[in-house]
């Protein structure tokens, strides 16, 4: 192991050194995540499974919600209907304006 006098260095020293030491740190922990992932896999195989079919996370994708309102002057605007109303409805709102005129019909 290296032995350092850290009271003779200086602060930049000291910093360069806590950067490389941050460095070597995040490279072996990466290195060990590597190396357990390939274990588990060859294991996984070993056995006839891959490892995203024991997990699960193979296949999974997010749920996107399809536009149900559209921007009547504009048609490239659209929202779903869930999460913050987009300001062109705000807008249309403010103005007396009801949602269900740009409700897309199916």
């Not at 003779?8 to 070597?24: G, I």
């Not at 921007?71 to 109303?85: I, L, P, V």
């Amino acid at each position: 192991m290296l032995d350092f006098d850290l009271d003779e260095m200086s602060l930049s020293d000291l910093k360069k050194l806590q950067a490389q030491v941050a460095t070597a740190i995040k490279t072996f922990e990466d290195r060990q995540r590597k190396a357990a992932l390939a274990e588990l896999e060859a294991k996984a195989a070993e056995m006839g499974f891959s490892l995203s079919d024991l997990t699960g996370q193979g296949g999974r994708k997010a749920k996107v919600n399809p536009p149900k309102y559209r921007n009547t002057a504009d048609a490239t605007q659209t929202w779903s209907g869930r999460g913050r109303q987009p300001a062109w409805i705000k807008e249309a709102l403010a103005r007396g304006e009801s949602l269900d005129q740009f409700l897309i019909v199916k």
